[in-house]
T-cell receptor, first 114, second 114 residues
Framework: DSGVTQTPKHLITATGQRVTLRCSPRSGDLSVYWYQQSLDQGLQFLIQYYNGEERAKGNILERFSAQQFPDLHSELNLSSLELGDSALYFC?????????????FGPGTRLTVL | KNQVEQSPQSLIILEGKNCTLQCNYTVSPFSNLRWYKQDTGRGPVSLTIMTFSENTKSNGRYTATLDADTKQSSLHITASQLSDSASYICVVSNYTGTASKLTFGTGTRLQVTL
């Protein structure tokens, strides 16, 4: 158990809909990262927050947005969902943003868009 | 473009045998390289991390090497066990001054059989 929690574990929805994925980082971690992992593909970095502020952006679509709240939990919002958005979405957390900070990954949310 | 390539894509070995997984990268500037183990449907777990000045790092039966000149890394697994069956992901980090950006390989899927 990494200490990172994600809810829900599974989510099934229809095209065009909007969903919100939630992540609680490990106690004491200030950085939160979101990743997408499609079937048989590598992890794609989406976005990073540090202490409530956006710190880095990866391959995140405009239909997707995220935020980190004062209590440090984070939410990833996916809208106008398409079939291709079906994937595992992982959240990770780390203490800070230095190069040697280890990212601890949550169990993931499996999103299925029908 | 920052890229991380891993080989082989998949590998089947008998329990008790050794194996070596390869990672080549073109990420620049280089900060560190990590190997992660990802069990199916679960979040990755960090095995080793190496910075520019390190060329070998061990974690139990896992030994990672790094050649920063040729931009190559390997992960050697000794005396494999059934529980080693997983995907092994090479991740290279470059620090931009404000945040770490990670480039993930697509992984090597290892299956250890009886």
């Amino acid at each position: 158990d990494s200490g990172v929690t994600q809810t829900p574990k599974h989510l099934i929805t229809a095209t065009g809909q909007r969903v919100t994925l939630r992540c609680s980082p490990r106690s004491g971690d200030l950085s939160v990262y979101w990743y997408q992992q499609s079937l048989d593909q590598g992890l794609q970095f989406l976005i990073q927050y540090y202490n409530g502020e956006e710190r880095a952006k990866g391959n995140i679509l405009e239909r997707f947005s995220a935020q980190q709240f004062p209590d440090l939990h984070s939410e990833l919002n996916l809208s106008s969902l398409e079939l291709g958005d079906s994937a595992l979405y992982f959240c990770a957390s780390s203490v800070g943003v230095t190069v040697t900070d280890t990212q601890y990954f949550g169990p993931g949310t499996r999103l299925t868009v029908l | 473009k920052n890229q991380v390539e891993q080989s082989p894509q998949s590998l089947i070995i008998l329990e008790g045998k050794n194996c070596t997984l390869q990672c080549n990268y073109t990420v620049s500037p280089f900060s560190n390289l990590r190997w992660y183990k990802q069990d199916t449907g679960r979040g990755p777990v960090s095995l080793t991390i190496m910075t520019f000045s390190e060329n070998t790092k061990s974690n139990g039966r896992y030994t990672a090497t790094l050649d920063a000149d040729t931009k190559q890394s390997s992960l050697h697994i000794t005396a494999s066990q059934l529980s080693d069956s997983a995907s092994y992901i090479c991740v290279v980090s470059n620090y931009t001054g404000t945040a770490s950006k990670l480039t993930f390989g697509t992984g090597t899927r290892l299956q250890v059989t009886l």
